[in-house]
Structures are given as structure tokens and as C-alpha cells.
């Protein structure tokens, strides 16, 4: 699903920037952490973001709830809410729901590696891909109910609501263990984002959706070959001109710490924003992302792992977004005075 937002320009052409979320986050969701810098944009009439949410379903953390007093379980995304009160079969219908989600995520990230993986150079491919088809077809076999597969598939399938938590890529290759996978079709997944919404000037990411905005940005410079990634048909999408990224994660896998080292070297104008107290991405992660992709620079708020809202935040960092269109895409915005870092 891809939540549009798009403002009426009377004048020239509008800026298309795609928006990614986190691990744990959703388009809607996003657009509400962005929303404080797009209202600061001196001229927002003349910017369409298009914030898009990642094809997985997070894994083992409450996709559904409980509702004493009814037959079935109620699929509503939100966090672990099974009821004290609720039935044992009704437990049990939610544990293999859960399991079931998992298993289709495992399944669809499987297929797309089986699909690339004789297509791809040598020296790429993937040692023990037969684990994770294994694994997938073992879970589902654990969840021994078709209609429970099905839900599953839906879940997975489906827009997103409010309270949906979607993922990237991180998906172990045997379920719980195993080499980290699933980028395959997110590739082939913000592929088709490309062709039929793009072409993308920009794009925004927060943690994980930095992460594999930079991944598509290696292929779509030419840093890593297309032949790497067989799957990333990206119609008439050019690199990003410029990128804003908060937070932005470090892959655990060599080789995609290898495709953020080879976007370096083609780099674009990077912004990186980063909380002093965040949890999540630490700070030596953040500079080692810096490092990897070039970037510009490194701004520093005193928040956590969160897009800053508060005080001159919005204002600075829409300067900051206006002033590399005016550089990048050739944006002319006249004598307005823009707020800088």
C-alpha cells in the first residue's frame, strides 16, 4: 500500500519523493512522524510524497487480539493482546495465526530468492537457500490449517491499517536462525513502486527503510550491477538526487554492507539525522552508514530513535529539503530565505 499525499502546484512541476518507514512502522504512521517538516516547507504545494509500506508483516508480536465473547479472533495488528480471559482454542487459533504469518513471510521471501538466484552472478549467490523453503514449508505444516494459512496470506497481502507493524528484510533464513534474508522481493517489491508511481526525485527513510532505500540506490546508480539483484525491474527510475535519512540501520550481512560501500562511490547529497539517545541505531552504527554512503553530513538531536518534531527541527530540516531541490533537481524558489542546518 502507499499512502499519496499530494499537493496542487498552479505553477511548474511538483518534486516526487518516496517515503520509507521503520521496522515496526507503516505508511500512515509515517506520514504522521513526517508531517511537522512537510508543514514546515516553504512551498509544499510543489512537493508529492508517496509513503509506502514494507511487504512484511513483523513476526511473533500480537497481529491479532482476543474478544472474549466472540467465535473468532479479531485480526487488528496492534501488540501482544491476548486476553487473560480468552479461551484455550481461541489461544491457540492466535499462536498459529502468528506462526502462520511467518511462515508466508519466510515463503515469499524464499520464492523471490529461488527466482534470482540462477539468474545471478556467481560470485553473489546465496549458499543454503533450501533451508529457508524447508523452514517455510516445516511452519506451515506446524499451523496444519488451511483457512489459518489463507488468513495468514491476507494479513500479509492486505493494506495497512493504523496499527499495522510492518518489516523490511530482516527474516532468518531457518525461522529463529540462519543467514538474514528477505531483500530479494523488497527490491522487486520498491521496483514496482517505481514503474507505476515513480519517477522518484528524492526519498526520505527512517532505520530500515533508509537502509534498503540505499540498497535500491547502489543498483539504481550502477554502483552493483543489475545482474545482482535480477529481480529490481525498475522501469524509467534514475538514482535519487538527494536523500534525507533518520537513523538509518546497518545491514548484519556483509554482502549488503558491501551494496552501501558501493553507493559511495556514486554518491548522491545525503543528509543523516540522528538521536544522541537512540537505543536502536547507536551512534557508531550512524557513522559507520555515514562513511559507507558518503554522505553530506550528520545532524544530532537529543531525541532517541525518532524523526525530531520539536522546536526549530521541522523548520531547519524543510531548509534543508528545499535547498538540495533547488541544487539537485534545479528547483527555482525565487528570493525565499530557507532555514538551514
Same mark, same amino acid.
Given at each position: 500500500?502507499?499512502?499519496q499525499?499530494?499537493?496542487?502546484?498552479?505553477?511548474?512541476?511538483?518534486?516526487k519523493?518516496?517515503? @520509507?518507514?521503520?521496522?515496526?512502522?507503516?505508511?500512515?504512521?509515517?506520514r504522521k512522524?513526517?508531517?511537522?517538516?512537510?508543514?514546515?516547507?516553504?512551498?509544499?504545494?510543489?512537493?508529492?510524497f508517496?509513503?509506502?509500506?514494507?511487504?512484511?508483516c513483523?513476526?511473533?508480536?500480537?497481529?491479532v487480539?482476543i474478544?472474549? /465473547? #466472540?467465535p473468532?479472533?479479531?485480526?487488528?495488528?496492534g501488540?501482544?493482546?491476548?486476553?487473560?480471559?480468552a479461551?484455550p482454542?481461541?489461544?491457540?487459533?492466535?499462536?498459529?495465526?502468528?506462526?502462520?504469518?511467518?511462515?508466508?513471510?519466510?515463503?515469499?521471501?524464499?520464492?523471490?530468492?529461488?527466482?534470482?538466484?540462477?539468474?545471478?552472478?556467481?560470485?553473489?549467490?546465496?549458499a543454503?537457500?533450501?533451508?529457508?523453503r524447508?523452514?517455510?514449508?516445516?511452519?506451515?505444516?506446524?499451523?496444519?490449517?488451511?483457512?489459518?494459512?489463507?488468513?495468514?496470506?491476507?494479513i500479509?497481502? #492486505?493494506?495497512a491499517?493504523?496499527s499495522?507493524?510492518?518489516?523490511?528484510?530482516?527474516?532468518?533464513q531457518?525461522?529463529?536462525? /540462519?543467514e538474514?534474508?528477505?531483500?530479494?522481493?523488497?527490491?522487486?517489491?520498491?521496483?514496482?513502486?517505481?514503474?507505476?508511481?515513480?519517477?522518484f526525485?528524492?526519498c526520505? !527513510?527512517?532505520?530500515?527503510?533508509?537502509m534498503?532505500?540505499? $540498497?535500491?540506490?547502489?543498483?539504481?546508480?550502477g554502483a552493483? +550491477?543489475?545482474?545482482?539483484? +535480477?529481480?529490481?525491474?525498475?522501469g524509467?527510475? /534514475?538514482?535519487?538526487? $538527494?536523500?534525507?535519512?533518520?537513523? +538509518?540501520?546497518?545491514p548484519?550481512?556483509?554482502?549488503?554492507?558491501d551494496?552501501?560501500r558501493?553507493?559511495?562511490?556514486?554518491p548522491?547529497? @545525503?543528509?543523516?539525522?540522528?538521536g544522541i539517545k537512540?537505543?536502536?541505531?547507536s551512534?557508531?552504527?550512524?557513522?559507520?552508514?555515514?562513511?559507507?554512503?558518503?554522505?553530506?553530513a550528520?545532524?544530532?538531536?537529543?531525541?532517541?530513535?525518532? @524523526?525530531?518534531? #520539536?522546536?526549530?527541527?521541522?523548520?531547519?530540516?524543510? !531548509?534543508?529539503?528545499?535547498?538540495?531541490?533547488?541544487t539537485?533537481?534545479?528547483?527555482?524558489? !525565487?528570493?525565499?530565505?530557507?532555514?538551514?542546518?
Amino acid at each position: 500500500m502507499t499512502d499519496q499525499i499530494q499537493h496542487s502546484s498552479p505553477t511548474g512541476r511538483r518534486l516526487k519523493v518516496l517515503v @520509507l518507514h521503520h521496522l515496526g512502522g507503516n505508511a500512515i504512521a509515517m506520514r504522521k512522524r513526517l508531517q511537522p517538516v512537510v508543514n514546515a516547507l516553504p512551498h509544499a504545494d510543489q512537493w508529492d510524497f508517496h509513503y509506502v509500506d514494507a511487504p512484511y508483516c513483523m513476526p511473533g508480536i500480537g497481529h491479532v487480539s482476543i474478544v472474549p /465473547g #466472540k467465535p473468532e479472533a479479531t485480526v487488528d495488528f496492534g501488540g501482544p493482546s491476548v486476553k487473560k480471559d480468552a479461551s484455550p482454542v481461541m489461544v491457540d487459533k492466535v499462536r498459529k495465526l502468528e506462526q502462520a504469518v511467518r511462515a508466508i513471510s519466510l515463503a515469499r521471501a524464499v520464492e523471490a530468492e529461488a527466482w534470482s538466484e540462477p539468474r545471478r552472478q556467481p560470485k553473489r549467490r546465496r549458499a543454503g537457500l533450501d533451508a529457508g523453503r524447508q523452514r517455510a514449508r516445516q511452519m506451515m505444516e506446524e499451523v496444519g490449517d488451511k483457512e489459518i494459512l489463507k488468513v495468514a496470506d491476507d494479513i500479509v497481502s #492486505k493494506p495497512a491499517n493504523d496499527s499495522r507493524q510492518g518489516r523490511w528484510w530482516q527474516i532468518r533464513q531457518n525461522g529463529n536462525d /540462519g543467514e538474514w534474508m528477505g531483500e530479494e522481493y523488497v527490491l522487486a517489491y520498491l521496483a514496482r513502486v517505481f514503474r507505476t508511481q515513480g519517477p522518484f526525485d528524492a526519498c526520505i !527513510g527512517f532505520s530500515s527503510g533508509a537502509m534498503v532505500a540505499q $540498497f535500491a540506490q547502489a543498483l539504481l546508480t550502477g554502483a552493483v +550491477p543489475r545482474s545482482a539483484e +535480477p529481480a529490481f525491474d525498475c522501469g524509467e527510475q /534514475g538514482p535519487f538526487k $538527494f536523500s534525507l535519512y533518520f537513523a +538509518p540501520f546497518v545491514p548484519f550481512d556483509e554482502r549488503y554492507i558491501d551494496y552501501l560501500r558501493k553507493s559511495g562511490e556514486r554518491p548522491n547529497r @545525503l543528509l543523516i539525522v540522528h538521536g544522541i539517545k537512540d537505543n536502536i541505531v547507536s551512534t557508531t552504527m550512524c557513522k559507520n552508514f555515514a562513511t559507507y554512503v558518503s554522505a553530506e553530513a550528520i545532524a544530532c538531536h537529543d531525541g532517541g530513535h525518532a @524523526l525530531p518534531s #520539536k522546536g526549530t527541527w521541522p523548520i531547519r530540516l524543510a !531548509g534543508w529539503l528545499e535547498a538540495a531541490a533547488e541544487t539537485e533537481c534545479g528547483m527555482d524558489w !525565487g528570493q525565499t530565505q530557507l532555514a538551514r542546518l
